[in-house]
């Protein structure tokens, strides 16, 4: 081999290599009534510049995923498994060792801005604070630099707002601050849990719009936690499934939303309103019955309770997470096949089920169109 073929090989590997490498992550929580298993060996993996979107309902593991990657969760819960970050590994690291990986090389933010930003700061001291927390900058470039995030972000007369305080912005404009002051560091990750979920609609896509641009200008991973599918069909480039605290189907956005394979996904899409579906035209359904509490992780299906496919054998045997057959023509088999090793680092198709819905989920070739 060539000397310039290796240094083309060693390119092709670093842009594949994810940014974001999780594996086996599995959360416990010792609480008065014993362990509860919130998170059970999920796998994610993020590309640079990739949006990865984390769905479910209420109660699955979700926010406890998104906050155990950089060590958020209280000192006594159990995280057991691997979080690398561009190669370094998280799990287990020094609690002063993920101080400084936290807004420098991942960054959060959260539902609600109002409770995380500092009612009697305005909000340009508060973005300076976070600049001049992470770099040798003096005031005045670290307020130059506040302003250009302001702007970043889609703030208007950035001069003026940066001047004033938290409650004098609108619920949008404070979201909005919060992101700029989660990007000062351009942070590789952003975990964005439930960024839009206190939002109205048309101020949602604002925000979703800010995030595709800071991924498109600053080359930022993001990670964005919902439980509305609305957001993923917009923002996400592929999508992880949660159910009871692990991963049940993954794929791209586009695949997952036209053949949707786990019988809890097809619940959450038929309990999605559907652009184009208009008020008291169609009927959402409800998926029946509730999360499970998982005290222990069983060894079974933990949907199984609620799927209209269930079988004996979901009842008594957790179903592996299989990557689909490439091809689309012939029939899913009954049962993916055993062993299909690590979970969502690709853009295939993968579930965990043993009664995928396979065909029947497909659109036809008109529908497809
Ligand atoms: N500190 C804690 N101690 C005990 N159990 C916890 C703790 N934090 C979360 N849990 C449990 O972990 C499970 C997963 O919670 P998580 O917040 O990740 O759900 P979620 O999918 O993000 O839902 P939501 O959108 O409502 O936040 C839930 O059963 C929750 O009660």
């Avoid at 003096?138 to 995030?149: G, Y």
């Avoid at 979920?197 to 048309?202: K, R």
């Avoid at 600053?218 to 592929?238: E, Q």
């Avoid at 179903?319 to 023509?329: E, H, I, Q, S």
Wanted: aromatic share 2%.
């Amino acid at each position: 081999m060539t000397a310039t073929t290796d240094a083309v090989d060693a390119t092709a590997q670093l842009e594949s290599r994810p940014v974001l490498d999780v594996n086996g992550l599995t959360v416990t929580f010792r609480t008065e009534v014993g362990s509860v298993s919130a998170v059970d060996h999920v796998d994610l993996r993020v590309a640079p510049g990739e949006i990865v979107g984390i769905v479910g309902e209420s109660g699955c593991g979700k926010s406890v995923t998104a906050m155990s990657l950089a060590g958020l969760l209280p000192r006594s819960t159990r995280v057991e498994g691997s979080v690398r970050l561009d190669g370094v590994e998280l799990v287990g690291a020094k609690p002063s060792a993920l101080r400084g990986v936290r807004g420098r090389d991942i960054a959060y933010i959260f539902q609600e801005p109002m409770s995380s930003l500092n009612p009697v700061l305005t909000v340009g001291r508060q973005v300076v604070e976070v600049l001049q927390a992470h770099e040798r900058l003096s005031r005045r470039e670290a307020l130059e630099q506040a302003v250009e995030l302001l702007t970043v972000v889609g703030i208007p007369s950035p001069r003026e707002r940066i001047k004033h305080y938290p409650h004098q912005l609108s619920g949008g404009m404070r979201q909005r601050v919060m992101i700029a002051m989660a990007v000062a560091c351009r942070p590789k990750v952003l975990v964005a849990d439930e960024p839009t979920t206190a939002l109205d609609v048309t101020v949602q896509a604002g925000i979703l719009d800010v995030l595709r641009g800071l991924r498109d200008r600053f080359g930022t991973s993001i990670l964005v936690i919902t439980h509305d599918l609305g957001v993923i069909a917009d923002v996400a480039d592929r999508v992880m499934v949660m159910y009871a605290g692990r991963v049940v189907e993954s794929a791209t956005v586009h695949e997952l939303f036209a053949r949707p394979q786990h019988h809890y996904t097809a619940g959450l899409l038929a309990a999605s309103p559907r652009p184009g579906h208009h008020a008291g035209t169609h009927r959402l359904q409800e998926i029946p019955g509730l999360v499970p509490v998982l005290e222990v992780q069983p060894d079974a299906c933990t949907f199984a309770d609620r799927c209209p496919a269930a079988s004996e054998r979901c009842s008594t045997s957790a179903p592996p997470f299989a990557a689909l057959p490439d091809a689309l023509p012939d029939a899913l088999p009954d049962a993916p096949s055993e062993g299909s090793g690590a979970g969502p680092c690709t853009t295939e198709h993968r579930v965990a089920c043993w009664h995928p819905r396979g065909e029947a989920a497909r659109p036809t070739r008109q529908e497809s169109r």
